[in-house]
């Protein structure tokens, strides 16, 4: 009755409120970033009884059929290839909807423990969903790696590691970590990696070829932040299907928390450059979907260092890690905050009434001219 209810509630609402366009291509980021707040800092940080917030996890499965439902959408009206998959760097986005509902399903299941039949199929079709934008990656690195395309890359196109471990995850939590299982889960996690440090030597090579020329307001991608988000998500992978020991969790932990400080502080000398030449307003307020991705990162970033397992870790490293579990979740909170505000501010809308207000308008003009 409350799914209903809260369904209906929203439906409303973005049909009056809101605007009707399709879902941008990575708009499976916006499920990425609010679900891994749910799957894991959400309880840990604020509630214990998974009963308490139910209505916070029908909020998210309801995102995610709306977000699915204009992707289907798409698939019967013809316009899929058009809105989705205009060049192969683009089409990397794809792998938004895959993360998505990878982390959608893992909190179904673990959440509504009487729904868990509907989970386990969810995760199974996104298996066969995988496999079909693995293929398509493939052919999507064979072309950049070829051709000049690979200038234009950025951290989009580790959107193929950051699925591949989402199934990872997902399979685990939902089928368990039976012998076989695990094998299967072998092969997704380490072709994961593999699709890592290609898509790190492409965006890498990108970089090195254009940095004379780079403008960093413009050239310097939000997806760029999926260089750390990517392997944080590998090693929770790792953590949650038990196929790697505790001394490599930590490795690459250690590799994130070094890739987290370069990239971030390249985004904030870029945030500094911005403002400075686009004012605040248009050079940090201005929403954008790939911010998301931003979200999903240091969230998942936090997620990983909370499921760490603290005695592998050096000394030295122990302070970090309690500052980041301490602290970390603040600022996890204050960038979705601001993430939600800059989404409605782009995209609310009183369509409804202005459209009252415009037939309105033209009855009256017709009958004043008639």
């Not at 309690?322 to 601001?338: F, P």
């Not at 800059?342 to 202005?354: A, V």
Request: net charge positive.
């Amino acid at each position: 009755m409350a799914f209903l209810l809260l369904l209906m509630i929203m439906l409303l609402f973005k049909y009056f409120f809101f605007h009707r366009k399709p879902s941008a291509t990575a708009a499976g980021a916006i499920v990425m970033a609010i679900g891994i707040f749910e799957y894991d800092l959400f309880h840990h940080y604020f509630i214990k009884s998974f009963t308490e917030y139910k209505w916070f996890v029908w909020f998210l499965i309801i995102a995610w059929m709306v977000i699915s439902g204009s992707f289907l959408k798409s698939v019967f009206n013809h316009t899929f290839k058009l809105l989705h998959r205009q060049n192969e760097i683009q089409s990397f986005a794809i792998g938004t909807w895959i993360a998505g509902t990878s982390v959608c399903s893992t909190i179904m299941f673990n959440r509504i423990p009487e729904i868990r039949v509907i989970p386990e199929i969810v995760i199974s079709v996104n298996g066969v969903l995988w496999a079909i934008f693995c293929i398509l990656c493939i052919k999507n690195f064979m072309k950049l790696l070829k051709t000049d395309s690979y200038k234009q890359t950025h951290g989009i196109i580790l959107l193929s590691t950051v699925s591949t471990q989402s199934i990872v995850i997902g399979l685990s939590t939902i089928f368990g970590t039976t012998n076989n299982l695990k094998m299967i889960n072998q092969g997704f996690f380490y072709l994961g990696i593999l699709f890592y440090f290609v898509s790190l030597s492409i965006i890498v090579k990108r970089y090195l070829a254009t940095y004379k020329i780079m403008d960093i307001k413009q050239d310097w991608y939000n997806t760029n932040c999926v260089i750390h988000g990517a392997m944080s998500i590998t090693g929770l992978a790792g953590i949650t299907s038990g196929i790697i020991g505790g001394k490599i969790i930590i490795a690459i932990w250690f590799w994130v928390l070094v890739c987290f400080f370069l990239v971030e502080s390249i985004e904030i000398y870029r945030a500094v450059m911005r403002a400075k030449y686009l004012g605040f307003r248009k050079g940090l307020f201005q929403y954008h979907v790939s911010q998301w991705t931003r979200n999903f990162t240091f969230g998942m970033f936090l997620a990983f260092t909370i499921k760490l397992p603290v005695h592998f870790l050096p000394t030295s490293l122990l302070v970090i890690h309690k500052a980041l579990v301490k602290y970390g979740v603040v600022v996890v909170i204050l960038l979705l905050m601001i993430e939600i505000i800059l989404y409605i501010k782009d995209n609310f809308t009183l369509k409804y009434f202005c459209l009252r207000n415009q037939n309105s308008h033209t009855e009256n003009h017709f009958l004043e001219g008639r």
